[in-house]
């Protein structure tokens, strides 16, 4: 119970269902409760019992997948539960490989031409519910689907009550229950109470009736059928029962007399061996009579004495060919008999085989399907795992080239700000140096202008020149100083430009490599769709052969248990007809010992004959001395006959030769 309960939540979990209080509820009663059930179609087992209770069509497919395997519950209730179409499909379609459930209730359920589609696939591939209740359903709606249930139930050899109540069910579908009732031989109870049938479908259900053998009840009322038509059916239906119980009386007698039969065998077999011992006792003592009386009393009593044994001897013979001739027709029958169930079991052995094969070669077939799947499968994965690797490596490698590109961007801006640095510092110490200098010329310049103003004191003449020229070369200076310094500007102006070109080529390049970064993870963001749409393939593929295999492993258990079912029937036939023929050897060795031992003993006696006659002609003169003792002696040995003749009432004709010869 606990093993089931845990099954069905995990079921539940897997298609993300909640599991339905109603079932873990019967699944947590502590034991199974009694199925009830009417009829031969009840069996004592636990019960489910989910009636009135409302059930979609994902629960119905999960509780069926859950009692596909089950083998606790041995009676069904789901009465009333609204079930629709595919729920009801999805049920019946685990109860297929269901070896446990003996009663289905489906009453009020609604079921039209799917449901019937579902419950001839039932009926068709279940081997062991006898009891199915269908009242208030509308299965007739549809002919070809109650068709179909029809020619299920022709085939099914399980089913012992079928409920057919309120369906709507017309002439034509009586005439596919008819037809039905023709191939079926062990429904006994079939209840169609309120439908159409009419005249003409009661005719098509008299009709199969009368081929029927094993229907021993049936409810047709309110159907429009004639008064004569019902009787007729209940004329029928009552020729099965008595036929039945009839067929039942004579198999019972028949073993009785069986039974009897061996009993007497082995009664006369035992009198048999009695009657031969009795008879060597017999030749023992007339052996020791002979050794000790050395002598005949006379030729005639002589004579006597063989004829009495020689008629003793053909009685003896005339019983044993009348039982070897019983025990020869009785063995000849039987092997008779034997002989055609042989060749009847070797037929069906025969057919069992070949459906063992073709069988086999189905199961064969599914397995390579099945394998050719799983192939596809795995080179899916096998694609898959390709795929992947290949995009991972894409997106590793485009990220790698992003990284080295944006190194490089970041190195090439490094390099072009280090470059500018060092010519802006270049620029500025060349400046400072230029500075430095003009202002170490102006005051060099300065000192000449001072030492000339010193001298001007001695020298006032010279000095206006002197001042002049100096004044020229100042001026020359400052105007060459000037030049120099815009030539300086010019060439740092333009290095500027340059750097800002070489800057804006880098940014440039910088947005190019930015694109191709956004690019590569746009492609990157394709791929890793790509492989979820792949992925989500997979899994439906995974759950399509999970599918497959689920129903592969049902078909191929479902017909390992048929074809172990038959094996066993088989097995056992096989080893019946083992015993039979040890018998029937045991009793043919058991005949030639006998015959072997009539043989020896008519020898014997012949020889004893022919010794006793010897013996009469030779001691014909010592026959009146010792007449007085053989008289006694047979007197003796005659007492002894009767003794034991009087104790074996059954040996009637010994009874009475001895009486004869008294």
Not at 317 to 340: G, I, Q
Not at 389 to 404: G, I, N, P, Y
């Amino acid at each position: 119970m606990d093993a089931l309960r845990r099954l069905y939540v995990a079921l539940c979990t897997e298609g993300r269902q909640e599991p339905l209080d109603c079932v873990l509820r019967q699944m947590r009663e502590d034991g199974p409760s009694e199925g009830g059930g009417g009829g031969g179609g009840g069996s004592e087992g636990a019960r489910l019992d989910l009636a009135g209770q409302g059930i979609p069509a994902d629960a119905c497919a999960v509780l069926g997948r859950a009692l596909a395997d089950d083998s606790l519950f041995a009676e069904l209730s789901l009465a009333d539960c609204m079930l629709s179409e595919e729920g009801a499909a999805a049920l019946v379609q685990g109860l297929c490989s269901n070896v446990r459930v003996r009663v289905l209730d489906l009453k009020g359920n609604n079921l039209r031409g799917r449901g019937a589609e579902a419950l001839a696939k039932l009926l068709r591939q279940n081997g062991s519910i006898q009891r199915l209740i269908l009242e208030w359903n509308s299965l007739g709606v549809s002919d070809a689907s109650f068709s179909l249930l029809a020619e299920s139930l022709g085939v099914n050899s399980s089913l012992v009550q079928l409920d057919l109540r309120n369906n709507q069910i017309d002439a034509r579908g009586a005439g596919d229950i008819a037809t039905a009732l023709r191939r079926n031989g062990t429904l006994q109870e079939l209840d169609l109470r309120w439908n159409n049938l009419g005249l003409l479908g009661g005719r098509a259900l008299l009709e199969g009736l009368l081929q029927n053998r094993a229907l021993v009840r049936l409810e047709a009322a309110g159907n429009n059928i004639p008064s004569d038509i019902i009787k007729a059916m209940e004329q029928a239906v009552c020729r099965t029962t008595e036929r039945n119980a009839s067929a039942r009386e004579a198999q019972g007698r028949t073993q009785l007399l069986t039974r009897e039969i061996g009993h007497l065998q082995h009664e006369h077999k035992k009198q048999f061996l009695d009657l031969m011992d009795t008879i060597e006792r017999q030749k023992e003592e007339m052996a020791r009579s002979n050794r000790l009386q050395m002598s005949e009393s006379n030729a005639k009593l002589g004579e006597h004495r063989v004829r009495e044994l020689g008629e003793l001897l053909r009685r003896t013979d005339d019983e044993r060919v009348t039982a070897k001739k019983t025990y020869a027709h009785t063995l000849a029958r039987e092997r008779e008999e034997w002989s055609r169930r042989e060749g009847k079991l070797q037929t069906e052995l025969s057919t069992a085989r070949e459906n063992n094969i073709e069988l086999q070669h189905k199961a064969a077939e599914l397995e390579r399907r099945c394998h050719v799947q799983q192939e596809q499968i795995f080179q899916l994965k096998q694609d898959l795992t390709h795929s992947a690797a290949d995009l991972r490596l894409r997106v590793t490698q485009a990220e790698e080239r992003v990284e080295e590109e944006k190194k490089r961007f970041k190195q090439n801006l490094e390099d072009a700000e280090s470059l500018r640095q060092k010519e802006v510092e270049h620029m500025n110490r060349h400046l400072s140096e230029s500075e430095r200098c003009l202002q170490e010329r102006i005051q060099r310049l300065e000192n000449t202008r001072l030492a000339l103003e010193e001298d001007l004191c001695q020298a006032r003449a010279a000095l206006v020149t002197e001042r002049a020229r100096a004044e020229e070369e100042l001026a020359k200076a400052r105007s060459q100083a000037r030049h120099e310094e815009r030539q300086r500007t010019t060439q740092l102006e333009e290095r500027c430009r340059l750097l800002g070109l070489a800057r804006e080529e880098a940014e440039a390049r910088a947005a190019q490599h930015a694109q191709a970064a956004a690019d590569a993870g746009a492609r990157n963001a394709r791929l890793l769709l790509d492989a979820e749409a792949l992925k989500r393939r997979a899994e439906e593929l995974s759950h399509e052969l999970a599918g497959k295999r689920e129903e592969v492993a049902g078909e191929v258990q479902r017909v390992r248990l048929e074809m172990q079912e038959k094996i066993g029937h088989l097995e056992a036939e096989r080893t019946h007809q083992e015993g039979l023929r040890e018998k029937i050897a045991a009793l043919e060795r058991q005949l030639k010992g006998q015959a072997s031992s009539h043989r020896e003993s008519l020898r014997d006696r012949d020889a004893e004959i022919a010794s006793l006659r010897e013996s009469v002609r030779a001691r014909e003169a010592e026959a009146t001395r010792a007449r007085e003792e053989e008289a006694q002696r047979a007197r003796g040995l005659q007492a002894a006959v009767l003794t034991y003749l009087h104790g074996a009432p059954a040996l009637s004709p010994l009874a009475a030769s001895a009486h004869a010869r008294t």
